[in-house]
T-cell receptor, first 114, second 114 residues
Framework: KQEVTQIPAALSVPEGENLVLNCSFT??????LQWFRQDPGKGLTSLLL?????REQTSGRLNASLDKSSGRSTLYIAASQPGDSATYLC?????????????FGEGTQLTVNP | GAGVSQTPSNKVTEKGKYVELRCDPI?????LYWYRQSLGQGPEFLIY????????DSGLPNDRFFAVRPEGSVSTLKIQRTERGDSAVYLC????????????FGPGTRLTVL
């Protein structure tokens, strides 16, 4: 059974700092990995999706890397801003063709202080 | 056009009652997913549909939970004889197809069972 772990559970940083969020998964047979942002009381917003054949994806100040063999992904946020404060979730999709469910980690709650 | 929508946004019910939660996917998306998110946890998979049929319902916790998608668009998640442990945010997502990679999430329905 796939298990996804995110470290740290919570992180508080001053504005402008670069930071890294970590995600690990136990079964390396994944189709892709997706990073989401969730604001309090809201749904999930997709940030980046990395296919299993890819090493990284970038969008603006965000960069996500994937090391499938070691079961790890990182989300790098450059020059953090107070508006980045949210919970960040990673999720993996299994590799088998019939599988489409996402398995989520418990999230990292990020607070960026002005 | 619009993203995934879910109604109601909040639902308060009494233990033992029946509830229905509705999801309107993005127009043209053939795959639809239901997840449940408890406080402080990541979302957990419940069921997904490809068209009208449930392709995988292995995440439904017990036979009190049932979901339908009769015309391959709108889906309804039905919970019978609600229990306090059913209290959670129920999230719906859709994707262009099961093969298409990215899932787009709605804002969720917060269910509270008193």
């Amino acid at each position: 059974k796939q298990e996804v772990t995110q470290i740290p559970a919570a992180l508080s940083v001053p504005e402008g700092e670069n930071l890294v969020l970590n995600c690990s998964f136990t079964d390396s047979a994944i189709y892709n990995l997706q990073w989401f942002r969730q604001d309090p009381g809201k749904g999930l917003t997709s940030l980046l999706l990395i296919q299993s054949s890819q090493r990284e994806q970038t969008s603006g100040r965000l960069n996500a890397s994937l090391d499938k063999s070691s079961g790890r992904s990182t989300l790098y946020i450059a020059a953090s801003q107070p508006g980045d404060s949210a919970t960040y979730l990673c999720a993996v999709r299994p590799a088998e063709t019939s599988g489409s469910r996402l398995t989520f980690g418990e999230g990292t709650q990020l607070t960026v202080n002005p | 056009g619009a993203g995934v929508s879910q109604t109601p946004s909040n639902k308060v019910t009494e233990k033992g009652k029946y509830v229905e939660l509705r999801c309107d996917p993005i127009s043209g998306h053939t795959a639809l997913y239901w997840y449940r998110q408890s406080l402080g946890q990541g979302p957990e998979f419940l069921i997904y549909f490809q068209g009208t049929g449930a392709a995988d319902d292995s995440g439904l916790p017990n036979d009190r939970f049932f979901a339908v998608r009769p015309e391959g668009s709108v889906s309804t998640l039905k919970i019978q004889r609600t229990e306090r442990g059913d209290s959670a945010v129920y999230l719906c997502a859709s994707s262009l197809s099961i093969e298409f990679r990215e899932q787009f999430f709605g804002p969720g329905t917060r269910l509270t069972v008193l």
